[in-house]
């Protein structure tokens, strides 16, 4: 076989079959195109009925079975080297995901009117509000001009940092939120990788 095989494994694969092929947790490419055909066909593992369902891989059990399947392959390994497959079983019920996403948006709401109001009442906005309007000399009734504007500048600014407003975006760029879960899943892929190796759990050749 002449061609170089490239093949690029992201950090994390999520998946909701029991049969794992390489094409489930790689990206193959090759001007041998019967060659990258039948590497995506190449079932790695097989997923039991025991409750783990997170699987650290090593890109060297991944090598070992390929050369048993072409052992003449050349092959460039472009993208992880350990990796995770996520075992999730795959779920119908839209409701119960509604009810949950209704759930985190409430909490999400409520506690960022507290943390709001709890800043607020710590550093006495109301009494600043009042000192500028008596050192401007205007005698206030009701909501005035410092406590809208304040409000319009709350609500402007958390749509402009979170870049969201009724499901549109004003640019590509992804959220505070996304980069923070995005962060968070690299750690826990990380960790796990790295106690699967502790542990002899990771497949390896």
Request: charge should be neutral; glycine fraction near 6%; hydrophobic fraction near 45%.
């Amino acid at each position: 076989m002449d061609s170089k095989i490239y093949i690029k494994c992201d950090k994390c694969a999520q998946l909701n079959k029991k049969e794992v092929c390489l094409c489930d947790v790689a990206t193959i490419w090759s001007a041998d195109k019967k060659a990258v055909e039948k590497l995506k066909k190449l079932c790695l593992f097989t997923i039991g009925d025991e409750k783990r369902r997170k699987f650290s891989v090593s890109i060297l059990y991944v090598l070992k079975l390929i050369d048993e399947h072409m052992p003449n392959a050349d092959i460039e390994i472009l993208g992880e080297e350990d990796f995770v497959v996520d075992y999730s079983i795959k779920k119908n019920g839209k409701l119960l995901q509604i009810l949950k996403l209704l759930f985190v948006a409430m909490i999400v709401f409520f506690g960022g009117a507290f943390a709001i109001m709890a800043y607020e009442n710590d550093i006495d906005i109301k009494g600043v509000f009042e000192n500028i309007y008596r050192l401007a000399g205007v005698k206030k009734e009701g909501l005035g001009v410092l406590e809208i504007s304040y409000s319009l500048g709350i609500a402007t600014g958390i749509i402009v940092f979170y870049n969201h407003f009724v499901g549109k975006k004003w640019n590509n760029d992804p959220t505070p939120v996304v980069v923070e879960m995005k962060k968070y899943e690299t750690d826990i892929n990380t960790a796990l990788i790295d106690i699967s190796k502790r542990n002899g759990e990771e497949l390896k050749p």
